[in-house]
């Protein structure tokens, strides 16, 4: 592959600068510069193409990776983007979001000594290259079967389970109560990690291919479960996961305390300009925020209340730095845009002021038990150790669990007991629920995950689909 087999030595591994720091902390812009051609080629060619490539077994849809590094190490973007498109839906929101250091970069061979190949940069760098090159999915010679299927969600698994089953002939019509695409990924994740054009590129890319968006309808409530049923042939769920967990602490329901997604959604449709009244927007400029919880999604509240204006954020977490959950690159983004991290911390209570607005947030210290059979350390409170950190503003960033919806056990869908739809890879028919008719992926079927595993769940259930229909 390489002209010089000792590239890896010879070049470093490179991650695209990032945005000066008076930018990132108040735009809500992605802060990672975007990689050029000749970048690409100098980290692309440090491959060592090995035989049996670590990396394509850690990326959960197992993308041809050496492959197209290759291809766009010889800038052949072209060829690159096709061959990325047979494994992944949406490659170039998985080179901005996946937590690579524990997929495909953290299983290169170079991880080790030399630094890793610069994957999740380069799969973003052919994607959007390719868009600007003018590429669009040839769908020219597929052949329609005359089926059609109902999905309902368009987060990342709905949309890959769309994306299959457009390119194989099958009619796929996208539900969605939200009224842009994507899922968290437009109303979660926040624009500084996705900016909010990616997925409404998409949408224009996905509507090409004829797939049909019916926005701001939610099943349920707009449209019964039972017309789906009805008129289509199968039906996708790929409804996600939207019961917050709660600290169970005195006052985590008074006012100034927010649960996490409701915030970023909030944040996020001021944005996008979907804000009904100016009332619906969560503000923290100028407050004194403390985020609880040491996940992504912590992460990603905090970052916002930067670049809101917070006059002080600060990150509460009861374990310590090193089995903290988030992943390391944004802990450190987070820590360069100015959050204040705050260690093996458990809150108990909200203090309120005389109008009973939140004033602070009692917490005790803890400290870390030895490893439970999982390896897991858990916190231990420390007698005597309770003080009050003064906040007017407290996030709730414990994870999600699934919400499962009325309709589900009146059409014999079946759950497990922690409300994820049961649905397996390797039944008859892939990701097949109880009811025959209905398929389902992703969050709502793994619990909270990743935007990588959602995809890869959609892409099956969109085979096990089209296996059923026979088609
Ligand atoms: P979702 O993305 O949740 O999509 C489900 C869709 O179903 C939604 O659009 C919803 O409106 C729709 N829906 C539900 N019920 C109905 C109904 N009855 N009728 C119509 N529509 C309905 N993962 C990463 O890999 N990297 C990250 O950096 C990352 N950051 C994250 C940050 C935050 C704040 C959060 C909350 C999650 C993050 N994740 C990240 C996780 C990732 O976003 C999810 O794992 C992924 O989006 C799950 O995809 P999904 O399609 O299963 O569900
Ligand atoms: Fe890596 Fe994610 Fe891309 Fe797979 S999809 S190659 S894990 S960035």
Avoid at 165 to 193: M, Q, W
Avoid at 397 to 425: H, S, T, V
Avoid at 455 to 468: F, N, T, V
Wanted: negative net charge; hydrophobic residues 40%.
């Amino acid at each position: 592959m390489s002209q010089n087999v000792f590239q890896f030595i010879d070049v470093q591994r490179v991650d695209p600068p990032k945005k000066p720091l008076k930018i990132r902390k108040i735009q809500f812009v992605e802060i990672y510069e975007p990689f050029n051609q000749a970048q690409v080629g100098m980290q692309a060619d440090r491959c060592l193409d090995c035989g049996n490539p670590y990396c394509e077994w850690k990326c959960p849809v197992h993308n041809y990776i050496p492959n197209w590094l290759k291809l766009a190490n010889e800038g052949r973007i072209l060829e690159a983007v096709e061959l990325s498109h047979q494994t992944n839906s949406l490659p170039e929101v998985c080179g901005r979001v996946c937590p690579q250091d524990r997929l495909c970069e953290g299983a290169c061979t170079l991880n080790d000594r030399f630094g890793a190949v610069t994957i999740g940069n380069i799969e973003k760098y052919i994607t959007d290259k390719a868009f600007e090159m003018g590429w669009r999915p040839d769908l020219s010679k597929v052949v329609q079967t005359g089926k059609r299927v109902a999905v309902i969600g368009a987060g990342p698994a709905g949309l890959a389970c769309a994306d299959v089953l457009a390119r194989s002939g099958v009619s796929a019509v996208v539900f969605d109560k939200y009224p842009e695409i994507g899922g968290l990924l437009t109303f979660g994740i926040p624009s500084f990690k996705l900016e909010k054009e990616v997925m409404q590129r998409r949408r224009e890319i996905f509507e090409g291919m004829g797939i049909e968006f019916r926005l701001e309808t939610e099943v349920g409530r707009d449209i019964t479960f039972a017309d789906l049923l009805g008129e289509f042939d199968a039906v996708f769920l790929g409804v996600g996961t939207y019961k917050f967990m709660k600290g169970g602490f005195e006052n985590e329901t008074a006012p100034g305390v927010y649960d996490a997604l409701p915030y970023l959604i909030s944040n996020a449709n001021r944005l996008l300009g979907f804000e009904k009244a100016q009332a619906d927007y969560i503000d923290f400029a100028g407050k004194q925020v403390v985020v609880l919880g040491g996940g992504d999604t912590a992460m990603d509240c905090v970052r916002t209340a930067i670049r809101q204006g917070a006059d002080k954020v600060i990150c509460a977490y009861r374990r310590d730095a090193e089995n903290m959950p988030g992943s390391k690159r944004e802990v450190k983004n987070a820590h360069e845009e100015g959050v204040e991290f705050m260690f093996n911390l458990q809150p108990v209570g909200v203090e309120l002021d005389a109008h009973g607005r939140t004033c602070g947030i009692k917490v005790v210290s803890t400290e870390l038990a030895a490893p439970d059979a999982n390896g897991r350390r858990n916190p231990v409170v420390i007698e005597g150790s309770e003080r009050v950190l003064a906040a007017d503003a407290v996030v709730m960033a414990f994870g999600f669990q699934p919400n499962p919806q009325p309709w589900m056990a009146e059409y014999g869908i079946e759950l497990d007991n922690r409300d994820r739809i049961k649905a397996r890879e390797q039944a008859d028919y892939a990701f097949q629920t109880s009811n025959p008719k209905v398929f389902a992926g992703g969050d709502a079927v793994r619990g909270s995950d990743l935007v990588v595993t959602a995809i890869y769940e959609g892409r099956k259930a969109a085979e096990g689909i089209m296996d059923y229909l026979a088609v």
